[in-house]
């Protein structure tokens, strides 16, 4: 793909016959265009469009150009934007104050076709050109910045050696001196001049046998620290004694280029420990012992300081490479990734031409898999973010039900592949619609339980079965109640000294098993730390060839203050059992149809009203409920929803949130306005789930509220429930 095909070209002029010749120009040279005919319409396209350049007209209705460049030049996200104005008038003084505006350029009219293309092409080439510029600049600014840093630190370093109280020597790998700082200048009388390109020899006195230098010289070129005393010699010839710590400095292949020795003179305490000689041996004994302690514990000390220092920079550097590759990772795989999905989505959409089947069949597994890949990436960057501190939760009250349901579809297909039964129960005392939510950052907790039911599904064999429980641990006095989530199944099992690592990151439990069960060890840390961050707690029991139970417990101040209650209303089957050793279309709660749900009064069948724009995707819904014997009717908007609804009030209104004319969340409450159809129930039916969205839904008077993409069966399920509970609430 060339670069003009993936630059933008706005065309904003109120002349249709002009817009027809640009557009045709510019798509021969490669362009896209996008147009407006006013300004005013031009300025909102652009926002968010943010094109790569502007033809703008000047004579235009309502603003004319010069106030249309006045208005983007304003505006933060469109004042870069390159515009050349069009006009079909000479004045000079026009083009003056087009470009004071901010233009950069005038095409008169009529156009001249290699010119306009020449102009664009021109000022695009200087935009990028200012780009690249400006990129260059800022990591020009930030090299100046790190080497004005790195200046600074060597600065200081200069400056504690120059101001050091001890005496420092820096010799090559064959011991000539390179450096000594002013304390060996002042001890020794000998100058940096003097000293330079000379061995340390020259302060020898011969009282130090040749035996300690060659072990010294061992230990320092074989990578190891010495320290020791040597009675040495100034320049004027007085002796002194210090005492010194040699090691070697090594570049970064691990080589020894240098060596640094940092003394102390000690010839005070030598002048000291010989006076003490004279006293009698008993104190001379005593003072010998202390010495070598002092000198042990300055050693240890001076040791311990070195791997202190040498721990914080292992750490500090495994910190930095630890986040380099996270962000390397991110960005090396989310880009093929993106254009992987991309594209599978374009040829799904029929963009590039029409598929045959086993072609859409490939691309559903492109698009899967890619969606997988995205989610093992998300993971990664979820546990580094809680690691990090950066996550933060949003809090809402979530519907324990949905909560449930939705975690148990994700996994059902998966589950149906190995007939494995899955099975949901939830306490009666959810039931009460006061105490049907609780307060939990839903996205997080339905990741956690998703990534607790897809572990049972991984591991548990075929024809085996798994079981989501919920309910309420009752608080002591003074303290809060948990909820409690529970996962069982019927899988493989963990051995008791491998539970320890279950929620580590990147571990799994057995290299065996890791060839047989694919993952990164990433789901059940994630688990734990979500849960955590609720102030919640994770814990696992096992038993090999038995199966594992896992128990999530979220703290919840919202049960401790209203005690949860029954409501004789609500429905009497709290255990739902999710069969999938079967295709039947229909699975009817607690043995009930649609027709056993009828009032005694009713022989007529339930009729539901599908409100939803597209009727073509409305096929697959209508063919299963029809075959569930259920009157359907359609709506293709929510007046029409509305007038339907009056005119024959249905049993339940399966509503669409995105209608034309009338949104479906205006169409709920215009129904519900209505006392004749006050008990119809109102199921919503979404594919784009925002934040709030179910909430808003329920309070304009909606009984459930459910999100594509959904199974048929699910559907069925949730509308026989709704209908069941209004059939013994309206008796």
Same mark, same amino acid.
């Given at each position: 793909?060339?670069?003009?095909?993936?630059?933008?070209?706005?065309?904003?002029?109120?002349?249709?016959?002009?817009?027809?010749?640009?557009?045709?120009?510019?798509?021969?040279?490669?362009?896209?265009?996008?147009?407006?005919?006013?300004?005013?319409?031009?300025?909102?396209?652009?926002?968010?469009?943010?094109?790569?350049?502007?033809?703008?007209?000047?004579?235009?209705?309502?603003?004319?150009?010069?106030?249309?460049?006045?208005?983007?030049?304003?505006?933060?996200?469109?004042?870069?934007?390159?515009?050349?104005?069009?006009?079909?008038?000479?004045?000079?003084?026009?083009?003056?104050?087009? $470009?004071?505006?901010?233009?950069?350029?005038?095409?008169?009219?009529?156009?001249?076709?290699?010119?306009?293309?020449? !102009?664009?092409?021109?000022?695009?080439?200087?935009?990028?050109?200012?780009?690249?510029?400006?990129?260059?600049?800022?990591?020009?600014?930030?090299?100046?910045?790190?080497?004005?840093?790195?200046?600074?630190?060597?600065?200081?370093?200069?400056?504690?050696?120059?101001?050091?109280?001890?005496?420092?020597?820096?010799?090559?790998?064959?011991?000539?001196?390179?450096?000594?700082?002013?304390?060996?200048?002042?001890?020794?009388?000998?100058?940096?001049?003097?000293?330079?390109?000379?061995?340390?020899?020259?302060?020898?006195?011969?009282?130090?046998?040749?035996?300690?230098?060659?072990?010294?010289?061992?230990?320092?070129?074989?990578?190891?620290?010495?320290?020791?005393?040597?009675?040495?010699?100034?320049?004027?010839?007085?002796?002194?004694?210090?005492?010194?710590?040699?090691?070697?400095?090594?570049?970064?292949?691990?080589?020894?280029?240098?060596?640094?020795?940092?003394?102390?003179?000690?010839?005070? !305490?030598?002048?000291?420990?010989?006076?003490?000689?004279?006293?009698?041996?008993?104190?001379?004994?005593?003072?010998?012992?202390?010495?070598?302690?002092?000198?042990?514990?300055?050693?240890?000390?001076?040791?311990?300081?070195?791997?202190?220092?040498?721990?914080?920079?292992? $750490?500090?550097?495994?910190?930095?490479?630890?986040?380099?590759?996270?962000?390397?990772?991110? /960005?090396?795989?989310?880009?093929?990734?993106?254009?992987?999905?991309?594209?599978?989505?374009?040829?799904?959409?029929?963009? $590039?031409?029409?598929?045959?089947?086993?072609?859409?069949?490939?691309? /559903?597994?492109?698009?899967?898999?890619?969606?997988?890949?995205?989610?093992?990436?998300?993971?990664?960057?979820?546990?580094?973010?809680?690691?990090?501190?950066?996550?933060?939760?949003?809090?809402?009250?979530?519907?324990?039900?949905?909560?449930?349901?939705?975690?148990?579809?994700?996994?059902?297909?998966?589950?149906?592949?190995?007939?494995?039964?899955?099975?949901?129960?939830?306490?009666?005392?959810?039931?009460?619609?006061?105490?049907?939510?609780?307060?939990?950052?839903?996205?997080?907790?339905?990741?956690?339980?998703?990534?607790?039911?897809?572990?049972?599904?991984?591991?548990?064999?075929?024809?085996?079965?798994?079981?989501?429980?919920?309910?309420?641990?009752?608080?002591?006095?003074?303290?809060?109640?948990?909820?409690?989530?529970?996962? !069982?199944?019927?899988?493989?099992?963990?051995?008791?000294?491998?539970?320890?690592?279950?929620?580590?990151?990147?571990?799994?439990?057995?290299?065996?098993?890791?060839?047989?069960?694919?993952?990164?060890?990433?789901?059940?840390?994630?688990?734990?730390?979500?849960?955590?961050?609720?102030?919640?707690?994770?814990?696992?029991?096992?038993?090999?060839?038995?199966?594992?139970?896992?128990?999530?417990?979220?703290?919840?101040?919202?049960?401790?203050?209203?005690?949860?209650?029954?409501?004789?209303?609500?429905?009497?089957?709290?255990?739902?059992?999710?069969?999938?050793?079967?295709?039947?279309?229909?699975?009817?709660?607690?043995?009930?149809?649609?027709?056993?749900? !009828?009032?005694?009064?009713?022989?007529?069948?339930?009729?539901?009203?599908?409100?939803?724009?597209?009727?073509?995707?409305?096929?697959?819904?209508?063919?299963?409920?029809?075959?569930?014997?259920?009157?359907?009717?359609?709506?293709?908007?929510?007046?029409?929803?509305?007038?339907?609804?009056?005119?024959?009030?249905?049993?339940?209104?399966?509503?669409?949130?995105?209608?034309?004319?009338?949104?479906?969340?205006?169409?709920?409450?215009?129904?519900?306005?209505?006392?004749?159809?006050?008990?119809?129930?109102?199921?919503?039916?979404?594919?784009?789930?925002?934040?709030?969205?179910?909430?808003?839904?329920?309070?304009?008077?909606?009984?459930?509220?459910?999100?594509?993409?959904?199974?048929?069966?699910?559907?069925?399920?949730?509308?026989?429930?709704?209908?069941?509970?209004?059939?013994?609430?309206?008796?």
């Amino acid at each position: 793909m060339s670069n003009r095909q993936q630059t933008v070209i706005f065309i904003i002029d109120d002349n249709p016959s002009n817009i027809k010749v640009l557009t045709h120009v510019l798509a021969l040279s490669g362009y896209k265009t996008l147009i407006a005919m006013d300004g005013l319409s031009g300025i909102q396209k652009i926002i968010k469009a943010k094109p790569d350049l502007i033809l703008l007209d000047i004579m235009m209705p309502n603003i004319d150009g010069f106030e249309t460049c006045k208005r983007l030049k304003a505006l933060e996200k469109t004042h870069d934007i390159p515009i050349i104005f069009m006009t079909a008038l000479a004045s000079t003084a026009d083009k003056v104050k087009g $470009l004071s505006l901010g233009a950069v350029d005038y095409i008169t009219k009529p156009f001249q076709q290699e010119e306009v293309v020449a !102009r664009i092409e021109t000022h695009l080439k200087i935009c990028r050109l200012a780009h690249a510029l400006e990129e260059q600049n800022q990591k020009l600014k930030l090299e100046i910045k790190q080497r004005q840093k790195a200046e600074e630190e060597l600065k200081i370093l200069s400056r504690a050696t120059e101001q050091s109280p001890a005496s420092i020597v820096i010799t090559n790998v064959d011991g000539d001196i390179e450096y000594v700082n002013p304390k060996f200048e002042e001890l020794t009388g000998y100058t940096l001049a003097e000293a330079k390109g000379n061995n340390p020899r020259i302060l020898k006195t011969g009282h130090t046998m040749t035996r300690e230098y060659e072990t010294m010289w061992n230990r320092i070129a074989s990578g190891e620290n010495w320290y020791g005393e040597f009675q040495n010699k100034k320049k004027n010839g007085d002796l002194y004694w210090e005492y010194a710590s040699i090691s070697g400095i090594k570049n970064s292949q691990g080589e020894i280029t240098h060596y640094v020795a940092v003394k102390e003179d000690i010839t005070q !305490r030598k002048l000291t420990e010989q006076a003490l000689l004279n006293l009698n041996q008993d104190l001379e004994d005593r003072v010998e012992q202390r010495t070598a302690a002092l000198q042990q514990s300055e050693r240890q000390l001076q040791q311990t300081n070195e791997q202190l220092i040498l721990s914080n920079l292992d $750490l500090a550097r495994e910190t930095k490479l630890k986040d380099e590759f996270l962000a390397n990772m991110s /960005h090396e795989l989310r880009t093929p990734l993106n254009a992987i999905l991309g594209l599978s989505e374009a040829l799904q959409d029929g963009a $590039l031409g029409e598929l045959g089947d086993r072609q859409k069949k490939a691309l /559903h597994t492109i698009e899967t898999s890619g969606q997988h890949l995205l989610q093992l990436i998300n993971d990664i960057l979820d546990i580094a973010k809680i690691a990090s501190g950066k996550l933060e939760l949003y809090i809402e009250e979530t519907n324990v039900h949905s909560l449930c349901s939705d975690s148990i579809s994700f996994v059902r297909q998966l589950a149906f592949k190995k007939n494995i039964q899955l099975e949901l129960q939830i306490s009666d005392r959810f039931n009460n619609i006061q105490n049907s939510t609780i307060p939990i950052d839903q996205l997080r907790m339905r990741q956690a339980l998703i990534n607790l039911l897809s572990n049972a599904v991984k591991f548990t064999p075929e024809d085996g079965s798994i079981k989501l429980d919920v309910t309420i641990e009752e608080a002591a006095q003074n303290q809060v109640a948990n909820v409690v989530f529970t996962v !069982r199944d019927t899988g493989i099992g963990i051995a008791p000294e491998h539970i320890g690592k279950l929620f580590q990151p990147f571990v799994q439990i057995d290299s065996a098993l890791n060839r047989q069960y694919a993952g990164t060890g990433l789901g059940l840390s994630l688990v734990r730390k979500i849960t955590e961050l609720h102030g919640g707690n994770v814990s696992v029991k096992s038993e090999l060839d038995r199966g594992s139970c896992f128990t999530i417990k979220l703290p919840c101040q919202k049960l401790s203050i209203n005690k949860l209650s029954i409501n004789p209303l609500s429905n009497p089957v709290s255990n739902i059992a999710l069969s999938n050793q079967s295709d039947i279309a229909a699975v009817n709660i607690a043995g009930l149809s649609p027709q056993s749900m !009828r009032s005694p009064s009713r022989n007529s069948p339930l009729k539901i009203l599908i409100a939803k724009d597209r009727a073509t995707n409305v096929g697959s819904i209508w063919d299963y409920l029809e075959s569930q014997c259920y009157k359907l009717s359609l709506a293709t908007n929510g007046q029409e929803a509305i007038e339907a609804a009056i005119a024959d009030p249905p049993d339940l209104i399966l509503m669409d949130i995105q209608t034309s004319e009338v949104d479906g969340l205006t169409a709920i409450k215009n129904i519900r306005a209505n006392s004749a159809l006050a008990t119809v129930v109102i199921v919503v039916l979404t594919g784009c789930e925002i934040v709030g969205d179910r909430q808003k839904c329920l309070e304009a008077g909606a009984n459930e509220y459910l999100t594509k993409p959904i199974k048929l069966r699910d559907l069925a399920n949730t509308i026989q429930n709704c209908l069941q509970v209004s059939s013994s609430q309206t008796c």
